[in-house]
């Protein structure tokens, strides 16, 4: 298992942000090179702003009685959008805060889908802050994440823990990466010693939990579904399921990091784990190691 984890920035201080190394000749044989480094870039300036605001903020609001939304949510989204439009005019935006938006360049001839909707073949899904509540509550576990969906199926990716100056990044012709470095999901060969990031809700849920528990080591509930999800590309988290409650912006770039890390990724179905037509906090999905797959599945669903 690679693990390039750095010091916490002390004090709540924005972590220096050096040059990660890439992995030799990857990054440029990959069709979405362009896109990758790109994401790299803004994620990391995106990262810089929470850990500005970090244990610094000024307002919360209320989204939900289960969510919140701060300053430093908007800020970073409001970056990360502006890079997009300098550097990628053409492609459109899905973001959490905001919603979704059209590519400018289209926009300006008056010829853009309509509100709601995203119509672009190439299409930026961005979570400027996931794991707000945390975040608001001074629990340095959160991140950003950035994903990049062409036709429909997210090809470039990168999820950055600024805390801990750890970015996951992929692409769907390349390896999954942690600070530039291969990584690889979970090897284990038993159920019985994985640990799993679990979240369950609906009918039984509190037998389908016991249910797994039963076969598993331990499962955790960190606060952050992209970090969580993420977390799998290297093995810290053997698996990740989650009943529903996702968005495209929570699995886009964490999806594809597990994935192409050899973690088999599904809906709770069985079926392809991202679909962009699909209402937000509305998705479920499973990341397992392949022999373990089809067990979870069995066991998330049980009534």
């Known amino acids: 298992m690679t693990d390039g984890a750095a010091a916490s920035a002390p004090g709540g201080a924005a972590p220096d942000m050096p040059d990660m190394p890439d992995v030799p000749g990857a990054a440029e044989r990959s069709r979405w090179a362009a896109e990758l480094a790109f994401a790299i870039e803004t994620a990391r300036a995106a990262g810089a702003i ?11 609001d209320h989204k939900s009685p289960t969510d919140v939304v701060t300053e430093a949510d908007h800020l970073s989204e409001e970056l990360v959008i502006a890079a997009i439009r300098r550097q990628f005019a053409g492609d459109a935006i899905l973001a959490e805060e905001s919603g979704a938006h059209a590519a400018s360049a289209v926009l300006g001839d008056g010829d853009g889908p309509p509100p709601g909707r995203v119509g672009a073949a190439r299409t930026w899904v961005i979570d400027p802050l996931d794991g707000t509540v945390n975040y608001a509550n001074g629990l340095p576990v959160f991140c950003v994440s950035i994903g990049f969906v062409e ?36 090897g284990k060969d038993k159920l019985t010693d994985c640990v799993v990031s679990l979240a369950l809700s609906g009918r039984s849920v509190s037998s389908r939990v016991r249910s797994i528990s039963k076969e598993i080591r331990v499962w955790r509930s960190m606060g952050s579904a992209a970090l969580a999800l993420a977390y799998v590309g290297n093995g810290r988290f053997d698996a990740f399921i989650q009943e529903s409650s996702l968005s495209a912006w929570d699995i886009a770039a964490a999806g594809l990091v597990a994935q192409r890390a050899g973690a088999t990724v599904t809906d709770l179905r069985g079926g392809p784990w991202y679909a962009p037509e699909t209402v937000t906090r509305t998705v479920g999905l499973i990341a397992a190691p392949a022999p373990f797959q089809s067990r979870f599945l069995d066991l998330a669903n049980r009534r």
């Open 50 to 60: 929470l850990m500005d605001h970090y244990e610094r903020l000024e307002r919360i």
């Open 151 to 186: 036709d429909g199926q997210p090809v470039a990716g990168v999820v950055l823990d600024p805390t801990r100056n750890e970015l996951f990044a992929a692409t769907a012709d390349g390896p999954a990466t942690l600070n530039g470095r291969p990584i690889r999901s979970s």
